[in-house]
């Protein structure tokens, strides 16, 4: 197994243009998360999902932000238009969501977002 | 809200010296604390969970309610433990996967 895919991996923009983020969860884990890693603020919830519903996407930090689910194989985070505060590396993680072993997740490589 | 705080953003020891790092939170419920760690070019992965009171690659945490602590812990340091250490909170119990609340993370450095 691959583990979680995401996509690009590297990925400069300028300001104002929008953004798309894909992720790919392992098969067979029923929650998906997207986090964002900064310098100053760490690493942020963003939005997480179980079984393609949004659960909780108080981490979003503004409109411009969004993140979709349209199948268990799946996930988009979407930013429109982009900033330069923007720039950060995005996580997706997945895991089997319900249960004891529930609780580990699993982390994709990352995508690195530079925006100029 | 829940927090966690991680103190120190870089620990270097020696080989062989024992490690600690330390992890504090803040949260009115019942909290599920883990440490998760990143070596140099590999994935963000789980390291131990309190609720299985493992020992993994000879690293230990125990969750101190009264101090609302989860301090990391080994007794004899290894090069290979050099990496990024990250704890964190999921402020749910029972079934169904939670977001996590990190720390900063900590940088831990084995000198040989």
């Known amino acids: 197994d691959a583990g979680v895919i995401q996509s690009p991996r590297h990925e400069v923009t300028e300001m104002g243009q929008e953004v798309t983020l894909r992720c790919k969860p392992i098969?067979?884990?029923?929650?998906l998360f997207w986090y964002r890693q900064t310098m100053m603020r760490g690493l942020e919830l963003l939005i997480y999902f179980n079984n393609n519903v949004p659960i909780d996407d108080s981490g979003m930090p503004e409109d411009r932000f969004s993140a979709k689910m349209p199948n268990a194989s799946f996930s988009t985070l979407k930013i429109q238009p982009s900033e330069p505060r923007d720039s950060a590396v995005y996580f997706c993680a997945s895991s089997l969501g319900a249960g004891f072993l529930s609780y580990e997740q699993y982390f994709g490589p990352g995508t690195r977002l530079t925006v100029t | 809200a829940q927090r966690v705080t991680q103190p120190e953003k870089l620990l270097s020891v020696f080989k062989g010296a024992p490690v600690e790092l330390k992890c504090n939170y803040s949260y009115s419920g019942s909290p599920e604390l883990f440490w998760y760690v990143q070596y140099s070019r590999q994935r963000l992965q789980l390291l131990l969970r309190?609720?299985s009171r493992e020992s993994i690659k000879g690293f230990t945490a125990d969750l101190n309610k009264g101090e609302t602590s989860f301090h990391l812990k080994k007794p004899f340091a290894q090069e290979e433990d050099s990496a990024m250490y990250y704890c964190?909170?999921?402020?749910?119990?029972?079934?169904?996967?939670?977001?996590?609340?990190f720390g900063k993370g900590t940088h831990l450095i084995i000198q040989p």
């Open positions: 309190h609720i």
């Open positions: 964190a909170l999921s402020g749910r119990s029972g079934g169904g996967a939670d977001g996590l609340t």
């Open positions: 098969s067979g884990h029923n929650s």
